[in-house]
């Protein structure tokens, strides 16, 4: 079983974001690493192929040449990786990505396409569902269980208020949700191996693209850093009294009761 | 010169960090409070790979450098040096020598479960009167057909009980000091070899130590570690890694102190302002964050040089004065910058300045560490 899986890399949560100017983020020394919700789907892949054999291979796209998420990835198992790098992707949309990683994908042999439901950066969530519809193959996400049975899964999506299970003819394109399962740690030997893994850093023109194909549908107006978070009040005194003026406050004035 | 961490040294280091805040962590106040060593964490330090870093593929490790076992120890003691210690005495002193002076066989039969980390290994070198002094060692051997049979016992053995595997010393002859001492393996197990009570200690309470007792107990010939008279060196030769280990241990304790001191000095309102605001505050921040640095510098460079093949004896007495005096300082700050919340358990300041404690003490003395120094320096002076 060849699973493809689409690996993202975003800034660190806990990165601090800084606006260059009102059109671009300021990325420098800023720590990045692998969209969290991708290693859920890299530890299904490596699941998978434990259970079926194959392999695990990446598909990333960056502007910027940069291997750090996808050698994070190598660590935790997967075999190689496909980057696909060029600087007329700075202003890459879900299109672009779409049409680029599909491109990319479309020279695979491949039985599934697994990726994080959404990128901690934009959260779009677009890029899977534009690529299952490029492909032509089944598109499922928020996924929360996956289970391959020969030439079809059967999947159990995440729905309000409960869950709702999906089968799907392969391939498919499945999208992770955290709860899928547990990513595992990169061990010492497997950190030893990624870095001798093959990394194929791949431009447009390779793929047979050009700039004009996957030019931008969207162009970025303005960003803007969400407010400050005003500081709590503390309501001090009586603890009968306070309550009372606590309760009159989320009432009148927070709007809350 | 190159100070910038390999990918791997970084990768190696995020790795530690997420598996000692996501599952050293939870279980740390309870394995503190029942004094409780965990088998379970050391498994799992197997199965990530941390217990072989530093030995060659053959014998079931990864053929990594000093510098990545350093970070290990170092991340993890930042979040609990009792893990630390288990993984520094287990790898630079429990495993170390069977491959530094074991014979293939030997290597195979017990270094490779214990790089594997399917085995947890042990030293037994200080005894009541040989601390310091090993040439004081009473533990007597003596040779009886196919057999070496040890009689004596050892004292403040790191992670002993729960190990598998432990290297010994014992003497021949008295009268011969320390030209007649030579190192044996033997395996838990072994009749004539038991275990006196847990020791109670002021710090590191989750790593387990007990004294070893051998009492008429026979081991085969072939578990003799180098050549017979050869222990001396053994030992000598193993502190002179394992300061690496406690100095990285030492470090990682300075580090989690001045982290939770500068996190806390930002957060505490005295007179109306965070106590970070103060100069005095900032002072002590910037002493800590110095100290630090440079105990840091110190055993990456005793780590590089290990790696490298070069003498490393100065280098890791050097660092280990160093971080351990250093991790004292810093975590007796610490305490103080929290004030009287600091003196209680609900933080984990007082914590680590029990633990920094023994870093000035055990695998050699700051004493010891400046004696090994000076004979260094007068070495290249004379």
């Known amino acids: ?257 | 010169m190159n100070f910038e961490l390999t990918e791997e040294q970084s990768m190696m280091r995020a790795m530690v960090r997420k598996f000692a805040e996501e599952d050293v962590l939870p279980g740390l106040e309870e394995r503190e409070e029942k004094e409780e060593f965990s088998r379970e964490l050391f498994d799992r330090m197997g199965e990530l790979g941390l217990t072989g870093i530093v030995f060659p593929e053959a014998y079931g490790g990864v053929d990594g450098d000093y510098i990545s076992y350093a970070i290990a120890v170092e991340e993890l003691s930042r979040v609990d040096a009792s893990v630390g210690v288990t993984l520094s005495a287990h790898v630079s002193l429990g495993s170390y020598p069977i491959y530094k002076f074991g014979t293939h066989e030997q290597k195979l039969k017990y270094l490779k479960p214990l790089a594997e980390g399917t085995a947890l290994g042990a030293f037994g070198l200080t005894e009541p009167d040989a601390g310091s002094d090993a040439s004081g060692t009473k533990t007597m051997y003596t040779a009886d057909g196919d057999s070496w049979v040890l009689n004596g016992s050892k004292i403040f053995i790191t992670n002993a009980y729960y190990a598998d595997t432990y290297v010994v010393f014992a003497q021949s002859d008295r009268s011969k000091g320390h030209r007649g001492i030579s190192a044996f393996i033997v395996e838990k197990g072994t009749p004539g070899f038991t275990f006196g009570p847990k020791l109670k200690k002021l710090g590191i309470r989750s790593s387990a130590t007990y004294e070893l007792i051998f009492q008429d107990c026979r081991i085969p010939k072939e578990n003799l570690l180098g050549e017979e008279g050869q222990g001396f060196k053994v030992a000598m030769m193993t502190l002179d890694g394992g300061r690496i280990g406690i100095a990285a241990q030492a470090l990682g304790i300075a580090q989690g102190a001045y982290e939770a001191a500068a996190k806390y000095a930002t957060e505490r309102v005295q007179f109306g302002k965070p106590i970070a605001t103060l100069q005095n505050t900032q002072f002590t921040l910037a002493d800590m964050a110095t100290q630090i640095e440079a105990s840091r510098l110190l055993i990456y460079q005793a780590g590089y040089l290990d790696t490298a093949g070069k003498p490393f004896g100065k280098h890791s007495a050097m660092a280990k004065l160093l971080a351990s005096e250093t991790a004292m300082w810093v975590t007796t700050k610490a305490v103080q910058m929290f004030g009287g919340y600091g003196y209680t358990r609900e933080y984990p300041v007082e914590r680590m300045m029990r633990d920094a404690k023994i870093t000035e003490i055990y695998e050699g003395t700051s004493e010891i560490q400046r004696v090994v120094i000076g004979a260094a320096i007068l070495k290249e002076f004379s």
């Open chain 1, 1 to 257: 079983m060849n699973i493809v899986v689409l690996v993202k890399q975003v800034f660190d949560s806990e990165a601090k974001i800084i606006l260059k100017n009102t059109t671009q983020i300021d990325d420098t020394g800023v720590t990045q690493g692998m969209n969290l919700l991708d290693e859920n789907a890299v530890e299904e892949a490596l699941t998978l192929k434990q259970k079926f054999g194959g392999e695990v291979i990446l598909v990333s796209m960056n502007p910027v040449k940069t291997e750090k998420a996808l050698r994070d990835a190598l660590a935790m198992g997967a075999d190689r990786a496909i980057l696909i790098t060029d600087p007329v992707l700075q202003n890459a949309d879900e299109f672009t990505a779409a049409q680029v990683l599909a491109k990319a994908i479309s020279t695979l042999n491949y039985d599934v396409i697994l990726s994080g439901k959404a990128s901690s950066d934009y959260q779009a969530s677009q890029v899977p569902a534009r690529i299952a519809e490029i492909l032509g193959i089944p598109h499922v996400n928020v996924v929360v269980n996956i289970d391959i049975q020969g030439d079809k899964a059967v999947v159990t999506r995440e729905v309000d208020g409960g869950s709702e299970i999906i089968e799907v003819p392969l391939p498919s394109i499945i999208t992770a949700q955290q709860s899928l399962n547990t990513p595992r740690y990169p061990t010492v030997p497997n950190i030893m191996k990624a870095k001798k893994k093959e990394l194929k850093v791949l431009s447009l023109a390779d793929l047979g693209l050009t700039a004009d194909e996957v030019a931008a549908k969207m162009s970025i107006l303005e960003y803007s850093l969400p407010p400050v978070r005003k500081a709590g009040r503390i309501i001090s005194g009586d603890p009968a009294q306070a309550s009372a003026e606590l309760a009159s406050l989320l009432q009148s004035e927070a709007k809350v009761i």
